[in-house]
């Protein structure tokens, strides 16, 4: 499937079947997270692949009861490698190993505007914005395959965290359900190309 294609017959997948994703098809999801571009190349993701039901389930409850978390027989939690940041995050860092700083995006973000530099706004900025990338690329390469996905951000993320025992310097941003589809979703609407241009 060429990429244009991809982006176009892509939906937010909300109902997944049964049916297992080979290894194989996972990891070129992953390839295609790995390959994805970073600001200065740091590449500040880290991936963990949840197929286990009860890690499921716990990830659905995290999610706010969102049933499709449980349902796709996949869920690839995306997550920001802040060690992979170097010292642009240095003071936070130990904050957050000292458990002083709660492992979710939110908390972070309202810590450094708090107390923070520019510098590790920025660091954390970049690497949110990778990781974003990252899934998209994931997302798309999903799509043609034959794979659908959704992204999903309305989660606990100190819940999540706590689940999958993430250490503190990895903070899940997105999780991302993947399977096949059960359902083909109609498009749904756009605002037209005159609206978005300034
Ligand atoms: C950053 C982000 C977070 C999202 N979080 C959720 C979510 O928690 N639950 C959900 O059902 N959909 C979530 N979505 C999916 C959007 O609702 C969906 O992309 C949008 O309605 C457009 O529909 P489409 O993806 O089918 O084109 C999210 C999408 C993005 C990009």
Redesign the pocket.
Known sequence: MEVMEAIAA???I?RYSSRPVSEGLIRQILEAGRLAPSASNLQTWKFKVVTEPHIRKALREA??D?R?VEEAPVVIVACADLVALGDRLKRTLELLRAGAVKPSAGMILWYVRQRGSKEEARGFLHAVINV?IAVQNMVLAATSLGLGT??????EEEKVAKVLRLPPEYPPI??LPLGYPAES?R??P?RPLEEILL
Not at 150 to 155: I, L
Request: net charge positive; hydrophobic share 40%; charged share 30%.
């Open positions: 892509r939906r937010s909300r999610a706010y969102q499709f974003t959704c992204w999903v951000r309305a989660f997105f999780l979703p498009p749904r756009r």
